[in-house]
């Protein structure tokens, strides 16, 4: 396949999983403010949506402070903001365009679709047709996931958009976790209070897991099982674990398929294997700020890999 | 203007022509409403597969639907066996042509075409001089466009041999006519026109030069998604199974094109190349563009890659050239053309312009490099300060002119808001040329002007298309 395919397959991958991710912030941005609690909370809350995101620099450089409005139409629509999600529909939807021929007819309607969409909603300011608009962007994004299990061929241009997904959402999952554990709770608010408590269960309703949580740990929720879940536990889609895991695994399809393996597998094996180690106590022992900042430069290493072995 | 022939009901007379009795009288029975609701049905498909076009200058709308209209222009078995013969004819006069303008020049000794205008064409190119492409093909896809004024009155309005697109509308909407109108195609033998991405795909592989092996490896070059013809350019990439690639997908090394693919460089053996000649390499052609590739020209001097088509082909679609075209066809062929050209004046010619400018009212006016409906005057439908623009353009460079007679084109009944109307069509056929021979695909793109009494057919200008049957004995 053609290198530029594969990097436009990889970025419509990575593109569309962060439309979706994007409006999962927004989504729990608007559960958190609505939290019975001080005034500041709100803020913290849409402040904390921009930090997630990974686009604070961009955010503050644009002169903007964080409130709702501000929040809602820079994540969702902004103009001066290039991850927006509207940006990244259309970035999707012109990587797509731009090999056409190497997607199914039903995975090229499902992302022309959603540009569409897009511009037939408009920029709703109202909440309830926010609301409905971030829907929209999640339905999107499961036809688009639904389209490409179910039509794609298992070959390179499947892996290759899997691919980008998965890396994205192993990002995405790690900035949501970093968020909580810097930001999120107000000066004066007791760790382990109702805030605390509030914050954590609205993150994972975030990544649609709250029932997951129950399910796996038939407990209340606290802080240490979160982590376990969204970094180790390998039963769950989102967690850091599940995404290298399917990291691994696309990389060594392309391998087989190439008949090649090189620095991309080498590096993501490595790191699964010491997943396959970890335990939830040494990570918040030796601090899971750190380790996650560790994680993001580790995939942020993997992505040049990738580029380098198969991009260019 | 006198009234124009109809394809449906000929010549004035309310007589349904015999090829169209059955669709004529469907037509007469169909609600309205059921036509109106099968076209909202095609627009929606259309949009939601992307089926579009970019249009120059117009950053805005940067993408939009060619409007296609749901009922059927039908060419009876007789009128398509001769346009076929007269197509066949005149792209393979049109291939010696280039061949012979590139070679020996045979008929610039001769006279039949004057020396200056071929030699200082700006589509000449003298790179290419002496130099011949892998099997001898020049031409490899050709649109020619045909109109007609009546019965028996088939005129070639222009020959397209450089890139001629509009093939991927003639195949979508022969696809939407039988998702919408199935009983049509029970009732009607309409010969189909699916075969021409395989017959592109023959015809490619055919081509390819020596150096390439069995199995020679063919793509489409396109510009990018931003051109006017992106949609087509992935569409037929598709439709043969190559890849779909812009210029900084390929290198050149040793004089041999390669591909950057995920397994590293692939030989290239045949390129459709949907660039022009000015952009496919900027060290041979224009040095600014980003479209092309580096080296590109070395390698096919080299014989190592086919273009198709090949390079120089734009001297013989300038207007100024097709006016010689019946003497090129008696040149190079020994035979009448099949095709008439549209009777033109040659503005170059002082008695010609002579007789232009006394009548620029009447008449319509090209520039003789200029495609797609830009830059031309059609002289009933303009303003007194448009003549006089035109007047004082003429003047100044009458070789870059040529002006033809308005011609009557033939109407076909289109769906327009409330009911039937007679909108003026043309069509452009698709000829193939290989080694291996000369194929017509039964049909082509039908354009319609939308607009009443409008004469402009281009979808750059508001024209749309409707599916073209070509009927079997």
């Given at each position: 396949?053609?290198?530029?395919?594969?990097?436009?397959?990889?970025?419509?991958?990575?593109?569309?999983?962060?439309?979706?991710?994007?409006?999962?912030?927004?989504?729990a941005?608007?559960r958190l403010?609505?939290l019975p609690a001080r005034?500041e909370a709100?803020?913290t809350a849409?402040?904390s949506?921009?930090?997630?995101?990974?686009?604070?620099?961009?955010?503050?450089?644009?002169?903007?402070?964080?409130?709702?409005?501000?929040?809602?139409?820079?994540?969702?629509?902004?103009?001066?903001?290039?991850?927006?999600?509207?940006?990244?529909?259309?970035?999707?939807?012109?990587?797509?365009?731009?090999?056409?021929?190497?997607?199914?007819?039903?995975?090229?309607?499902?992302?022309?679709?959603?540009?569409?969409?897009?511009?037939?909603?408009?920029?709703?300011?109202?909440?309830?047709?926010?609301?409905?608009?971030?829907?929209?962007?999640?339905?999107?994004?499961?036809?688009?996931?639904?389209?490409?299990?179910?039509?794609?061929?298992?070959?390179?241009?499947?892996?290759?958009?899997?691919?980008?997904?998965?890396?994205?959402?192993?990002?995405?999952?790690?900035?949501?976790l970093?968020v909580k554990y810097h930001l999120l709770l107000p000066p004066g608010e007791r760790i382990g209070g109702q805030l605390d408590y509030f914050q954590w269960e609205t993150l994972l309703r975030?990544?649609?897991?709250?029932?997951?949580?129950?399910?796996?740990?038939?407990e209340s929720v606290r802080p240490w099982l979160v982590a376990?879940?969204?970094?180790?536990?390998?039963?769950?889609?989102?967690?850091?674990?599940?995404?290298?895991?399917?990291?691994?695994?696309?990389?060594?399809?392309?391998?087989?398929?190439?008949?090649?393996?090189?620095?991309?597998?080498?590096?993501?094996?490595?790191?699964?294997?010491?997943?396959?180690?970890?335990?939830?106590?040494?990570?918040f022992?030796?601090?899971l700020?750190?380790?996650?900042?560790?994680?993001?430069?580790?995939?942020?290493?993997?992505?040049?890999?990738?580029?380098?072995?198969?991009?260019? | 203007?006198?009234?124009?022939?109809?394809?449906?009901?000929?010549?004035?007379?309310?007589?349904?022509?015999?090829?169209?009795?059955?669709?004529?009288?469907?037509?007469?029975?169909?609600?309205?409403?059921?036509?109106?609701?099968?076209?909202?049905?095609?627009?929606?498909?259309?949009?939601?597969?992307?089926?579009?076009?970019?249009?120059?200058?117009?950053?805005?709308?940067?993408?939009?639907?060619?409007?296609?209209?749901?009922?059927?222009?039908?060419?009876?078995?007789?009128?398509?066996?001769?346009?076929?013969?007269?197509?066949?004819?005149?792209?393979?006069?049109?291939?010696?042509?280039?061949?012979?303008?590139?070679?020996?020049?045979?008929?610039?000794?001769?006279?039949?075409?004057?020396?200056?205008?071929?030699?200082?064409?700006?589509?000449?190119?003298?790179?290419?001089?002496?130099?011949?492409?892998?099997?001898?093909?020049?031409?490899?896809?050709?649109?020619?466009?045909?109109?007609?004024?009546?019965?028996?009155?088939?005129?070639?309005?222009?020959?397209?041999?450089?890139?001629?697109?509009?093939?991927?509308?003639?195949?979508?909407?022969?696809?939407?006519?039988?998702?919408?109108?199935?009983?049509?195609?029970?009732?009607?033998?309409?010969?189909?026109?699916?075969?021409?991405?395989?017959?592109?795909?023959?015809?490619?592989?055919?081509?390819?030069?020596?150096?390439?092996?069995?199995?020679?490896?063919?793509?489409?070059?396109?510009?990018?998604?931003?051109?006017?013809?992106?949609?087509?350019?992935?569409?037929?990439?598709?439709?043969?199974?190559?890849?779909?690639?812009?210029?900084?997908?390929?290198?050149?090394?040793?004089?041999?094109?390669?591909?950057?693919?995920?397994?590293?460089?692939?030989?290239?053996?045949?390129?459709?190349?949907?660039?022009?000649?000015?952009?496919?390499?900027?060290?041979?052609?224009?040095?600014?563009?980003?479209?092309?590739?580096?080296?590109?020209?070395?390698?096919?001097?080299?014989?190592?890659?086919?273009?198709?088509?090949?390079?120089?082909?734009?001297?013989?679609?300038?207007?100024?050239?097709?006016?010689?075209?019946?003497?090129?066809?008696?040149?190079?062929?020994?035979?009448?053309?099949?095709?008439?050209?549209?009777?033109?004046?040659?503005?170059?010619?002082?008695?010609?312009?002579?007789?232009?400018?006394?009548?620029?009212?009447?008449?319509?006016?090209?520039?003789?490099?200029?495609?797609?409906?830009?830059?031309?005057?059609?002289?009933?439908?303009?303003?007194?300060?448009?003549?006089?623009?035109?007047?004082?353009?003429?003047?100044?460079?009458?070789?870059?002119?040529?002006?033809?007679?308005?011609?009557?084109?033939?109407?076909?009944?289109?769906?327009?808001?409330?009911?039937?109307?007679?909108?003026?069509?043309?069509?452009?056929?698709?000829?193939?040329?290989?080694?291996?021979?000369?194929?017509?695909?039964?049909?082509?793109?039908?354009?319609?002007?939308?607009?009443?009494?409008?004469?402009?057919?281009?979808?750059?200008?508001?024209?749309?298309?409707?599916?073209?049957?070509?009927?079997?004995?």
């Open positions: 396949m053609l290198s530029r395919t594969a990097d436009n397959l990889y970025w419509a991958g990575r593109y569309m999983e962060r439309a979706d991710f994007l409006a999962r912030i927004l989504e941005a608007i403010a609505a005034d709100a803020v849409w402040a949506a921009i930090a997630s995101s990974g686009v604070k620099g961009a955010f503050d450089a644009a002169g903007r402070t964080p409130s709702e409005t501000s929040v809602r139409e820079f994540l969702a629509f902004g103009g001066d903001n290039p991850t927006s999600i509207k940006a990244c529909i259309t970035r999707a939807r012109t990587n797509a365009r731009s090999v056409r021929t190497a997607l199914t007819v039903e995975l090229w309607e499902a992302i022309n679709g959603a540009w569409n969409g897009l511009n037939e909603i408009g920029e709703p300011s109202r909440r309830d047709d926010f609301v409905n608009f971030l829907d929209f962007v999640k339905s999107t994004a499961l036809a688009v996931e639904g389209a490409t299990s179910r039509t794609m061929l298992r070959n390179d241009a499947y892996w290759f958009l899997r691919l980008g997904m998965a890396i994205e959402r192993a990002d995405n999952t790690a900035r949501l970093d975030e990544v649609s897991a709250l029932t997951a949580y129950r399910w796996v740990y038939r376990d879940l969204l970094l180790l536990n390998r039963q769950m889609p989102r967690s850091l674990a599940s995404c290298q895991g399917m990291i691994v695994s696309y990389l060594e399809r392309l391998a087989a398929d190439y008949g090649r393996r090189g620095p991309a597998q080498r590096l993501a094996s490595a790191r699964l294997a010491r997943f396959n180690e970890a335990r939830i106590e040494d990570i022992q030796s601090g700020h750190e380790y996650i900042q560790a994680f993001l430069n580790e995939n942020n290493a993997l992505g040049a890999a990738i580029h380098e072995q198969y991009l260019v | 203007m006198t009234k124009a022939f109809d394809e449906m009901t000929g010549g004035g007379s309310q007589e349904v022509r015999d090829s169209y009795r059955a669709l004529g009288a469907w037509l007469e029975q169909a609600p309205p409403d059921l036509l109106r609701a099968r076209s909202r049905q095609a627009e929606l498909f259309f949009r939601r597969m992307g089926v579009t076009f970019a249009v120059h200058g117009d950053a805005e709308s940067n993408e939009r639907l060619i409007p296609f209209d749901v009922v059927p222009r039908i060419i009876d078995a007789a009128e398509w066996a001769l346009l076929e013969k007269g197509l066949k004819q005149r792209v393979t006069a049109l291939n010696a042509f280039l061949r012979d303008i590139y070679g020996p020049q045979e008929c610039l000794r001769a006279g039949v075409v004057p020396t200056d205008l071929i030699l200082t064409n700006p589509q000449y190119r003298p790179e290419i001089q002496g130099r011949r492409p892998p099997g001898d093909v020049w031409c490899h896809i050709a649109g020619i466009d045909l109109v007609r004024t009546g019965e028996d009155g088939f005129y070639v309005l222009e020959d397209n041999v450089r890139t001629p697109s509009g093939v991927s509308y003639m195949l979508e909407n022969r696809e939407m006519m039988m998702r919408l109108f199935p009983d049509l195609f029970a009732e009607y033998r309409v010969r189909p026109v699916d075969a021409y991405t395989d017959s592109l795909l023959r015809s490619l592989q055919a081509s390819a030069p020596a150096t390439a092996g069995a199995d020679p490896t063919i793509v489409v070059l396109t510009p990018g998604p931003f051109n006017s013809a992106y949609y087509e350019h992935s569409f037929l990439a598709d439709k043969l199974g190559v890849e779909l690639i812009q210029g900084g997908d390929l290198f050149v090394n040793d004089d041999t094109v390669f591909m950057r693919t995920t397994e590293g460089p692939k030989r290239v053996d045949v390129i459709y190349r949907r660039i022009d000649d000015d952009f496919l390499d900027p060290l041979t052609f224009r040095p600014d563009s980003t479209v092309g590739v580096p080296g590109l020209m070395a390698a096919y001097h080299a014989g190592r890659v086919t273009l198709a088509n090949a390079v120089g082909t734009g001297v013989a679609d300038d207007k100024a050239v097709y006016t010689y075209m019946p003497e090129i066809i008696r040149f190079f062929t020994g035979e009448e053309a099949l095709l008439k050209n549209v009777p033109t004046w040659r503005c170059r010619e002082p008695e010609a312009l002579k007789a232009v400018l006394g009548q620029l009212d009447q008449l319509v006016v090209k520039e003789v490099g200029g495609s797609g409906g830009y830059g031309m005057l059609v002289g009933p439908a303009a303003t007194k300060s448009e003549i006089e623009d035109f007047r004082a353009r003429l003047i100044a460079d009458p070789d870059d002119f040529i002006a033809q007679p308005t011609l009557s084109l033939s109407t076909a009944p289109t769906l327009d808001g409330g009911g039937l109307a007679a909108r003026h069509v043309d069509l452009r056929p698709f000829v193939l040329t290989s080694p291996a021979g000369t194929r017509v695909t039964p049909g082509g793109l039908t354009r319609v002007a939308l607009k009443p009494g409008s004469l402009v057919v281009n979808s750059s200008q508001g024209g749309g298309t409707k599916d073209t049957w070509v009927l079997n004995d």
